[in-house]
Protein backbone atom coordinates (compact mmCIF):
# COMPACT_ATOMS: atom_id res chain seq x y z
CA UNK A 1 0.00 0.00 0.00
CA UNK A 2 1.74 3.43 -0.63
CA UNK A 3 0.75 4.88 2.56
CA UNK A 4 3.02 2.26 4.06
CA UNK A 5 6.94 2.91 4.48
CA UNK A 6 9.68 1.02 3.76
CA UNK A 7 12.58 0.66 6.58
CA UNK A 8 14.59 3.38 5.33
CA UNK A 9 12.27 5.77 5.57
CA UNK A 10 10.90 4.65 8.96
CA UNK A 11 14.49 4.81 10.49
CA UNK A 12 14.78 8.31 9.04
CA UNK A 13 11.55 9.59 10.84
CA UNK A 14 12.24 7.75 14.05
CA UNK A 15 15.75 9.95 14.39
CA UNK A 16 13.66 13.13 13.27
CA UNK A 17 11.49 12.51 15.93
CA UNK A 18 14.57 11.41 18.24
CA UNK A 19 15.90 14.82 17.99
CA UNK A 20 12.71 16.32 17.89
CA UNK A 21 12.43 15.27 22.11
CA UNK A 22 15.85 14.37 22.92
CA UNK A 23 16.25 15.07 26.36
CA UNK A 24 12.86 16.01 27.37
CA UNK A 25 11.19 12.52 27.36
CA UNK A 26 9.79 10.82 30.16
CA UNK A 27 6.53 8.15 30.87
CA UNK A 28 3.27 8.67 32.27
CA UNK A 29 4.61 9.29 36.20
CA UNK A 30 7.45 11.52 35.32
CA UNK A 31 10.49 9.22 34.98
CA UNK A 32 13.15 9.28 31.88
CA UNK A 33 12.22 6.82 28.77
CA UNK A 34 14.06 6.09 25.60
CA UNK A 35 13.97 8.06 22.52
CA UNK A 36 10.69 9.59 21.79
CA UNK A 37 8.51 8.58 24.63
CA UNK A 38 7.46 11.82 26.62
CA UNK A 39 4.77 13.66 28.22
CA UNK A 40 1.44 15.58 26.59
CA UNK A 41 0.21 17.78 23.54
CA UNK A 42 -2.17 20.91 23.35
CA UNK A 43 -4.99 19.58 21.68
CA UNK A 44 -5.31 21.40 18.08
CA UNK A 45 -8.44 19.94 16.94
CA UNK A 46 -11.47 18.69 17.41
CA UNK A 47 -14.13 19.37 19.56
CA UNK A 48 -14.82 21.10 22.35
CA UNK A 49 -14.30 19.16 25.29
CA UNK A 50 -17.25 16.86 26.77
CA UNK A 51 -17.06 17.36 30.42
CA UNK A 52 -20.94 17.50 31.00
CA UNK A 53 -21.50 13.72 30.19
CA UNK A 54 -19.96 12.54 33.19
CA UNK A 55 -22.74 14.69 35.42
CA UNK A 56 -25.71 13.32 33.66
CA UNK A 57 -27.59 11.54 35.78
CA UNK A 58 -27.54 8.19 34.89
CA UNK A 59 -29.32 5.19 35.22
CA UNK A 60 -27.75 3.20 38.57
CA UNK A 61 -28.34 -0.47 37.12
CA UNK A 62 -25.96 0.57 34.10
CA UNK A 63 -22.53 2.70 35.98
CA UNK A 64 -22.43 4.66 39.08
CA UNK A 65 -21.47 8.13 38.83
CA UNK A 66 -17.28 8.17 39.05
CA UNK A 67 -16.98 11.17 41.03
CA UNK A 68 -19.57 9.67 44.04
CA UNK A 69 -18.56 8.53 46.78
CA UNK A 70 -18.20 4.53 47.40
CA UNK A 71 -20.98 2.61 48.69
CA UNK A 72 -22.92 3.55 51.62
CA UNK A 73 -21.39 2.58 55.03
CA UNK A 74 -18.08 3.45 53.84
CA UNK A 75 -16.37 6.82 55.21
CA UNK A 76 -17.95 10.09 53.61
CA UNK A 77 -15.61 11.27 51.15
CA UNK A 78 -13.41 8.33 50.42
CA UNK A 79 -13.55 8.54 46.38
CA UNK A 80 -12.87 5.65 43.67
CA UNK A 81 -12.36 6.86 40.41
CA UNK A 82 -14.26 4.09 37.50
CA UNK A 83 -12.95 3.56 34.76
CA UNK A 84 -15.29 5.10 31.76
CA UNK A 85 -17.34 3.52 29.40
CA UNK A 86 -16.51 5.78 26.33
CA UNK A 87 -14.44 8.66 25.46
CA UNK A 88 -17.13 11.31 26.53
CA UNK A 89 -17.48 9.89 29.77
CA UNK A 90 -13.65 10.03 29.91
CA UNK A 91 -14.05 13.60 29.09
CA UNK A 92 -11.80 13.33 26.26
CA UNK A 93 -12.44 14.11 22.51
CA UNK A 94 -11.22 11.53 19.44
CA UNK A 95 -8.56 14.01 18.37
CA UNK A 96 -6.79 13.89 21.71
CA UNK A 97 -6.65 10.33 22.26
CA UNK A 98 -5.79 9.53 18.28
CA UNK A 99 -2.87 12.11 18.95
CA UNK A 100 -1.37 10.17 22.00
CA UNK A 101 -1.81 6.74 20.43
CA UNK A 102 0.28 7.71 16.97
CA UNK A 103 2.85 9.68 19.34
CA UNK A 104 3.14 6.39 20.98
CA UNK A 105 3.59 4.12 17.62
CA UNK A 106 6.05 6.70 16.57
CA UNK A 107 8.13 5.89 19.39
CA UNK A 108 8.38 2.18 19.27
CA UNK A 109 7.99 -0.18 15.87
CA UNK A 110 5.04 -2.07 16.71
CA UNK A 111 2.72 -2.03 19.59
CA UNK A 112 -0.71 -4.18 19.85
CA UNK A 113 -3.81 -2.45 21.27
CA UNK A 114 -3.43 -3.53 24.52
CA UNK A 115 -0.25 -2.15 25.48
CA UNK A 116 -1.28 0.92 23.64
CA UNK A 117 -4.21 0.95 26.13
CA UNK A 118 -1.14 0.56 28.82
CA UNK A 119 0.53 3.29 27.58
CA UNK A 120 -1.81 6.07 27.40
CA UNK A 121 -4.33 4.50 30.31
CA UNK A 122 -7.63 4.47 28.96
CA UNK A 123 -10.01 1.08 28.87
CA UNK A 124 -8.96 -1.61 25.94
CA UNK A 125 -12.82 -1.37 24.36
CA UNK A 126 -12.26 2.39 24.26
CA UNK A 127 -8.75 2.15 22.83
CA UNK A 128 -9.41 -0.13 20.04
CA UNK A 129 -12.37 1.65 18.89
CA UNK A 130 -10.01 4.90 18.35
CA UNK A 131 -7.22 2.16 16.91
CA UNK A 132 -10.09 0.79 14.86
CA UNK A 133 -10.81 4.10 13.08
CA UNK A 134 -6.97 5.18 12.49
CA UNK A 135 -6.64 2.31 10.36
CA UNK A 136 -9.42 3.15 8.73
CA UNK A 137 -8.12 6.43 8.04
CA UNK A 138 -5.34 4.39 6.87
CA UNK A 139 -3.21 6.07 9.73
CA UNK A 140 -2.17 2.64 11.58
CA UNK A 141 -2.47 -0.82 9.64
CA UNK A 142 -2.72 -4.32 11.00
CA UNK A 143 1.11 -5.97 10.97
CA UNK A 144 -0.46 -9.30 12.85
CA UNK A 145 -2.82 -10.59 15.43
CA UNK A 146 -2.84 -10.56 19.06
CA UNK A 147 -4.78 -11.89 21.65
CA UNK A 148 -8.60 -12.61 21.43
CA UNK A 149 -9.84 -9.51 19.75
CA UNK A 150 -6.88 -7.53 19.62
CA UNK A 151 -4.24 -6.70 16.70
CA UNK A 152 -0.61 -5.85 16.17
CA UNK A 153 -0.79 -2.20 15.01
CA UNK A 154 2.35 -0.16 12.83
CA UNK A 155 1.70 3.61 11.93
CA UNK A 156 1.85 4.55 8.11
CA UNK A 157 3.65 7.08 6.68
CA UNK A 158 0.51 9.71 6.95
CA UNK A 159 0.27 8.27 10.88
CA UNK A 160 4.12 9.42 10.48
CA UNK A 161 3.26 12.62 9.25
CA UNK A 162 0.41 13.80 11.54
CA UNK A 163 2.12 12.40 14.51
CA UNK A 164 5.05 14.98 13.57
CA UNK A 165 2.46 17.83 13.48
CA UNK A 166 1.50 16.47 16.94
CA UNK A 167 5.03 16.15 18.15
CA UNK A 168 5.94 19.76 17.41
CA UNK A 169 3.08 20.84 19.53
CA UNK A 170 3.90 18.77 22.14
CA UNK A 171 5.74 15.37 23.12
CA UNK A 172 3.40 14.47 25.90
CA UNK A 173 1.51 10.77 24.97
CA UNK A 174 1.30 9.13 28.51
CA UNK A 175 -2.20 8.94 30.39
CA UNK A 176 -4.82 10.45 29.01
CA UNK A 177 -5.73 13.66 31.02
CA UNK A 178 -9.01 14.13 33.21
CA UNK A 179 -10.64 17.35 32.89
CA UNK A 180 -10.22 19.93 35.10
CA UNK A 181 -13.70 19.75 35.90
CA UNK A 182 -13.56 15.95 37.42
CA UNK A 183 -10.43 16.65 39.42
CA UNK A 184 -12.39 19.40 41.15
CA UNK A 185 -15.08 17.11 42.02
CA UNK A 186 -12.31 14.45 43.16
CA UNK A 187 -10.76 17.14 45.60
CA UNK A 188 -14.08 18.04 47.25
CA UNK A 189 -14.76 14.60 47.81
CA UNK A 190 -11.25 13.69 49.63
CA UNK A 191 -10.48 16.99 51.01
CA UNK A 192 -9.37 17.77 53.84
CA UNK A 193 -11.88 19.95 55.46
CA UNK A 194 -14.02 16.31 55.52
CA UNK A 195 -10.86 15.03 57.62
CA UNK A 196 -11.33 15.72 61.31
CA UNK A 197 -8.70 13.77 62.99
CA UNK A 198 -9.44 12.59 66.84
CA UNK A 199 -7.09 13.32 69.77
CA UNK A 200 -5.90 9.55 69.57
CA UNK A 201 -5.45 9.87 65.85
CA UNK A 202 -3.37 12.97 66.81
CA UNK A 203 -1.39 11.24 69.18
CA UNK A 204 -0.34 8.38 67.12
CA UNK A 205 0.91 10.95 64.24
CA UNK A 206 2.85 12.49 66.49
CA UNK A 207 4.05 9.40 68.56
CA UNK A 208 8.02 9.51 67.85
CA UNK A 209 7.88 13.24 68.42
CA UNK A 210 7.66 14.65 72.40
CA UNK A 211 4.62 17.06 72.34
CA UNK A 212 2.66 18.10 74.99
CA UNK A 213 -1.18 17.87 75.19
CA UNK A 214 -1.72 21.44 75.20
CA UNK A 215 0.38 21.56 71.96
CA UNK A 216 -1.46 18.69 70.43
CA UNK A 217 -4.18 20.34 71.12
CA UNK A 218 -3.67 23.07 69.37
CA UNK A 219 -2.08 21.13 66.28
CA UNK A 220 -5.49 19.55 66.21
CA UNK A 221 -7.84 22.75 65.72
CA UNK A 222 -5.31 24.00 63.30
CA UNK A 223 -5.98 20.54 60.97
CA UNK A 224 -9.60 20.52 61.93
CA UNK A 225 -9.95 24.10 60.25
CA UNK A 226 -7.83 23.81 57.03
CA UNK A 227 -6.18 27.61 57.61
CA UNK A 228 -2.57 28.30 57.90
CA UNK A 229 -0.54 27.65 60.47
CA UNK A 230 2.42 29.38 62.06
CA UNK A 231 5.43 26.96 63.80
CA UNK A 232 7.72 29.16 65.73
CA UNK A 233 10.64 28.70 67.54
CA UNK A 234 14.47 27.92 68.17
CA UNK A 235 16.08 26.22 65.78
CA UNK A 236 16.51 22.26 66.25
CA UNK A 237 13.50 21.62 67.91
CA UNK A 238 11.39 19.59 65.28
CA UNK A 239 9.30 21.72 63.71
CA UNK A 240 10.26 20.64 60.19
CA UNK A 241 9.67 16.79 61.96
CA UNK A 242 6.21 18.34 63.14
CA UNK A 243 4.90 19.97 59.73
CA UNK A 244 5.71 16.31 58.06
CA UNK A 245 3.55 14.36 60.21
CA UNK A 246 0.60 16.87 60.00
CA UNK A 247 0.00 14.82 57.14
CA UNK A 248 -0.24 11.66 58.87
CA UNK A 249 -3.02 13.02 61.02
CA UNK A 250 -5.36 13.29 57.43
CA UNK A 251 -5.00 10.05 56.48
CA UNK A 252 -3.39 8.05 54.11
CA UNK A 253 -4.42 7.25 50.47
CA UNK A 254 -5.07 9.92 47.99
CA UNK A 255 -6.42 9.68 44.06
CA UNK A 256 -4.95 12.04 41.79
CA UNK A 257 -4.46 12.13 37.87
CA UNK A 258 -1.53 11.67 35.95
CA UNK A 259 -2.41 15.22 33.85
CA UNK A 260 -5.12 17.12 34.05
CA UNK A 261 -6.58 18.84 30.92
CA UNK A 262 -7.96 22.52 30.76
CA UNK A 263 -8.73 25.14 28.32
CA UNK A 264 -7.33 23.20 25.68
CA UNK A 265 -4.05 22.27 27.32
CA UNK A 266 -2.65 19.55 29.63
CA UNK A 267 -1.04 19.81 32.73
CA UNK A 268 1.00 17.68 34.18
CA UNK A 269 -0.09 17.19 38.34
CA UNK A 270 1.62 13.82 39.12
CA UNK A 271 5.10 14.13 40.10
CA UNK A 272 7.04 11.18 40.88
CA UNK A 273 9.45 13.51 43.20
CA UNK A 274 6.41 15.06 45.97
CA UNK A 275 3.80 12.21 45.39
CA UNK A 276 4.25 8.37 46.58
CA UNK A 277 2.10 5.56 44.97
CA UNK A 278 0.08 3.32 47.04
CA UNK A 279 -1.44 0.42 45.77
CA UNK A 280 -5.12 0.28 45.46
CA UNK A 281 -6.94 -0.39 48.78
CA UNK A 282 -8.04 -4.11 49.69
CA UNK A 283 -12.16 -2.89 48.67
CA UNK A 284 -10.63 -2.56 44.73
CA UNK A 285 -7.04 -3.58 43.88
CA UNK A 286 -8.24 -6.67 43.04
CA UNK A 287 -10.69 -5.46 40.64
CA UNK A 288 -8.75 -2.41 39.35
CA UNK A 289 -8.36 -3.49 35.95
CA UNK A 290 -12.02 -3.67 35.36
CA UNK A 291 -13.32 -1.11 37.38
CA UNK A 292 -10.53 1.45 38.09
CA UNK A 293 -9.96 4.36 35.92
CA UNK A 294 -6.01 3.97 35.40
CA UNK A 295 -5.65 7.51 34.54
CA UNK A 296 -5.67 8.56 37.98
CA UNK A 297 -2.83 7.04 40.81
CA UNK A 298 -3.61 6.50 44.34
CA UNK A 299 -0.52 7.96 46.39
CA UNK A 300 0.55 8.90 49.81
CA UNK A 301 -1.00 12.46 51.01
CA UNK A 302 1.63 14.45 49.90
CA UNK A 303 4.03 16.55 52.50
CA UNK A 304 5.42 19.45 50.13
CA UNK A 305 8.42 21.11 51.93
CA UNK A 306 10.03 24.32 50.47
CA UNK A 307 12.90 26.49 52.19
CA UNK A 308 15.10 29.31 50.97
CA UNK A 309 14.83 28.66 47.64
CA UNK A 310 11.25 29.47 46.88
CA UNK A 311 10.72 31.79 44.52
CA UNK A 312 7.43 33.08 43.05
CA UNK A 313 7.70 31.20 39.80
CA UNK A 314 7.49 28.40 41.27
CA UNK A 315 3.67 29.63 42.67
CA UNK A 316 2.51 29.47 38.76
CA UNK A 317 2.27 26.96 35.55
CA UNK A 318 5.87 26.44 33.90
CA UNK A 319 5.96 25.26 30.57
CA UNK A 320 8.82 23.24 28.77
CA UNK A 321 9.03 24.78 26.01
CA UNK A 322 10.99 22.08 24.28
CA UNK A 323 8.29 19.57 24.90
CA UNK A 324 5.51 21.56 25.61
CA UNK A 325 4.36 20.30 28.77
CA UNK A 326 2.54 22.48 30.88
CA UNK A 327 3.98 21.87 35.30
CA UNK A 328 1.87 22.22 37.98
CA UNK A 329 2.91 24.51 40.67
CA UNK A 330 4.04 23.36 43.99
CA UNK A 331 0.64 24.67 46.21
CA UNK A 332 -1.51 22.13 43.14
CA UNK A 333 0.68 19.45 43.93
CA UNK A 334 0.14 19.62 47.41
CA UNK A 335 -3.44 19.70 47.28
CA UNK A 336 -5.01 16.90 49.99
CA UNK A 337 -2.08 17.40 51.94
CA UNK A 338 0.67 19.43 53.63
CA UNK A 339 2.65 22.56 52.03
CA UNK A 340 5.17 23.86 54.46
CA UNK A 341 7.11 27.19 53.71
CA UNK A 342 10.06 26.12 56.24
CA UNK A 343 12.75 28.38 57.22
CA UNK A 344 10.21 31.38 56.73
CA UNK A 345 11.51 34.92 56.09
CA UNK A 346 14.56 33.83 54.27
CA UNK A 347 13.64 33.24 50.94
CA UNK A 348 14.50 35.46 48.24
CA UNK A 349 11.19 37.32 48.17
CA UNK A 350 10.15 39.05 51.16
CA UNK A 351 7.54 37.61 53.62
CA UNK A 352 4.92 40.37 53.21
CA UNK A 353 5.08 39.61 48.86
CA UNK A 354 4.98 35.67 49.73
CA UNK A 355 1.97 36.27 51.99
CA UNK A 356 -0.08 38.33 49.69
CA UNK A 357 0.49 35.81 47.36
CA UNK A 358 -1.63 33.57 49.61
CA UNK A 359 -4.67 35.73 50.68
CA UNK A 360 -7.00 34.96 48.54
CA UNK A 361 -6.63 31.11 48.07
CA UNK A 362 -6.69 30.92 52.40
CA UNK A 363 -9.72 32.74 52.19
CA UNK A 364 -11.62 30.98 48.98
CA UNK A 365 -9.72 27.83 49.59
CA UNK A 366 -9.19 28.29 45.57
CA UNK A 367 -5.91 29.25 43.45
CA UNK A 368 -6.01 31.84 40.01
CA UNK A 369 -3.45 30.41 37.91
CA UNK A 370 -2.45 31.58 34.55
CA UNK A 371 -1.91 29.01 31.73
CA UNK A 372 1.24 29.76 29.27
CA UNK A 373 -1.65 30.86 26.91
CA UNK A 374 -2.50 33.74 29.04
CA UNK A 375 -5.68 32.49 30.35
CA UNK A 376 -6.22 32.49 34.19
CA UNK A 377 -8.08 29.17 35.81
CA UNK A 378 -9.38 28.26 38.96
CA UNK A 379 -7.91 25.38 40.73
CA UNK A 380 -8.97 24.18 44.24
CA UNK A 381 -6.69 25.31 47.35
CA UNK A 382 -6.80 22.33 49.56
CA UNK A 383 -4.27 22.10 51.90
CA UNK A 384 -2.68 23.14 55.15
CA UNK A 385 -0.09 25.81 54.44
CA UNK A 386 2.01 25.63 57.29
CA UNK A 387 4.63 28.62 57.76
CA UNK A 388 7.85 27.24 59.60
CA UNK A 389 10.20 29.88 61.21
CA UNK A 390 13.12 30.32 63.53
CA UNK A 391 12.27 34.20 63.43
CA UNK A 392 9.73 35.53 66.01
CA UNK A 393 6.55 36.22 63.72
CA UNK A 394 5.89 39.50 64.68
CA UNK A 395 9.03 40.98 63.12
CA UNK A 396 8.46 39.26 59.65
CA UNK A 397 4.92 40.64 59.18
CA UNK A 398 2.23 43.18 60.86
CA UNK A 399 -0.57 42.39 62.63
CA UNK A 400 -3.02 42.44 59.86
CA UNK A 401 -1.18 39.75 58.02
CA UNK A 402 -0.50 37.73 61.27
CA UNK A 403 -4.55 37.57 61.85
CA UNK A 404 -5.00 35.74 58.35
CA UNK A 405 -3.09 33.01 59.81
CA UNK A 406 -5.12 32.22 62.45
CA UNK A 407 -3.00 29.15 64.40
CA UNK A 408 0.19 30.30 66.00
CA UNK A 409 2.23 27.48 67.70
CA UNK A 410 5.56 27.80 69.83
CA UNK A 411 7.82 25.41 69.42
CA UNK A 412 9.66 25.45 72.50
CA UNK A 413 12.89 24.41 73.83
CA UNK A 414 12.41 20.79 76.13
CA UNK A 415 12.59 21.06 79.81
CA UNK A 416 15.37 19.00 81.65
CA UNK A 417 13.12 16.39 82.67
CA UNK A 418 11.56 15.97 79.06
CA UNK A 419 15.45 16.19 78.01
CA UNK A 420 16.25 13.31 80.25
CA UNK A 421 13.20 11.17 79.44
CA UNK A 422 13.74 11.44 75.66
CA UNK A 423 17.60 10.57 75.73
CA UNK A 424 16.52 7.33 77.48
CA UNK A 425 13.55 6.77 74.81
CA UNK A 426 16.26 7.37 71.76
CA UNK A 427 19.02 5.33 73.24
CA UNK A 428 15.99 2.52 74.18
CA UNK A 429 15.76 2.51 70.21
CA UNK A 430 19.42 2.79 68.78
CA UNK A 431 19.72 0.14 70.82
CA UNK A 432 22.58 2.09 72.88
CA UNK A 433 22.57 0.88 76.57
CA UNK A 434 21.13 3.88 78.64
CA UNK A 435 23.10 5.08 81.88
CA UNK A 436 21.67 7.89 83.79
CA UNK A 437 25.04 9.11 85.49
CA UNK A 438 26.21 10.17 82.03
CA UNK A 439 23.72 12.45 81.27
CA UNK A 440 23.82 13.92 84.49
CA UNK A 441 27.05 14.57 84.03
CA UNK A 442 26.41 16.12 80.34
CA UNK A 443 23.88 18.44 81.86
CA UNK A 444 25.84 19.79 84.41
CA UNK A 445 29.18 20.42 82.18
CA UNK A 446 28.47 20.95 79.26
CA UNK A 447 24.54 23.03 79.47
CA UNK A 448 23.99 23.84 82.77
CA UNK A 449 28.03 25.20 83.22
CA UNK A 450 28.27 26.60 79.60
CA UNK A 451 24.94 28.39 79.52
CA UNK A 452 23.77 25.67 76.26
CA UNK A 453 20.65 25.66 75.35
CA UNK A 454 18.58 22.10 75.12
CA UNK A 455 17.45 21.85 71.87
CA UNK A 456 15.33 18.26 70.87
CA UNK A 457 17.63 17.74 68.06
CA UNK A 458 20.43 17.25 70.39
CA UNK A 459 19.24 13.82 71.96
CA UNK A 460 19.74 11.83 68.75
CA UNK A 461 22.59 13.77 67.48
CA UNK A 462 24.68 13.16 70.36
CA UNK A 463 23.66 9.63 70.36
CA UNK A 464 24.43 8.79 66.78
CA UNK A 465 28.18 9.56 67.52
CA UNK A 466 27.65 7.79 71.08
CA UNK A 467 26.94 4.67 68.79
CA UNK A 468 30.18 5.46 65.94
CA UNK A 469 32.30 6.23 68.89
CA UNK A 470 31.73 2.48 70.58
CA UNK A 471 31.54 1.03 67.13
CA UNK A 472 35.48 2.60 66.05
CA UNK A 473 36.66 1.56 69.83
CA UNK A 474 35.17 -2.00 69.57
CA UNK A 475 32.73 -1.10 72.76
CA UNK A 476 29.41 -2.80 73.12
CA UNK A 477 27.10 0.44 72.59
CA UNK A 478 26.92 1.93 75.67
CA UNK A 479 26.31 5.32 77.05
CA UNK A 480 29.03 6.27 79.29
CA UNK A 481 30.38 9.32 80.40
CA UNK A 482 33.82 9.15 78.01
CA UNK A 483 31.71 8.51 75.35
CA UNK A 484 29.32 11.61 75.81
CA UNK A 485 32.32 13.50 76.65
CA UNK A 486 34.02 12.59 72.84
CA UNK A 487 30.57 13.43 71.30
CA UNK A 488 30.02 16.62 72.57
CA UNK A 489 33.61 18.16 71.55
CA UNK A 490 32.97 16.69 67.87
CA UNK A 491 29.25 17.99 67.52
CA UNK A 492 29.40 21.33 69.26
CA UNK A 493 32.92 22.68 68.23
CA UNK A 494 32.22 26.16 66.40
CA UNK A 495 28.72 25.82 67.91
Known amino acids: MGSEMSAAQRAAFRQQMAQLVAGNCHDVDGRDMPQAT ?17 FEPQPAERRRDPLSDTDEGQDAGQFTPLAPNSLAEAGIDEAWAESLILKFLVSRPIATGRETSQQIKLPFR ?17 KNTASVNDYVYEITAAGFDRARRFMEQSTYFGAAPVPLSQYVAAVRAQS ?7 FDQLEAAFADLMLDRTTLSQLGQAIASGLGLFLYGPSGNGKTSIAERITRALGEGLWIPYAISVASEIVRLYDPNLHEPLPPDGNHGQLRDELIDNRWVRIRRPTVIVGGELTMDHLEITVNKATGINEAPLQWKSNGGTLVIDDFGRQRISPAELLNRWIVPLERRCDYLNLPSGRKIEVPFDQLIVFSTNLEPRELVDEAFLRR ?14 FRRLFEQTASRMGIDYRSAAVDNLLQTHYQATGRPLRFCHVQDLLHQVRIYCQFHAQPPTLTTEALDAAVRNYFAMI
Do not use: H
Not at 192 to 198: H, Y
Open 38 to 54: ALAPRRQTGPPWKTEAI
Open 126 to 142: ITSQVLRRLKESQLVVY
Open 192 to 198: IRNRLPR
Open 405 to 418: IPYKIEVRDPTESE
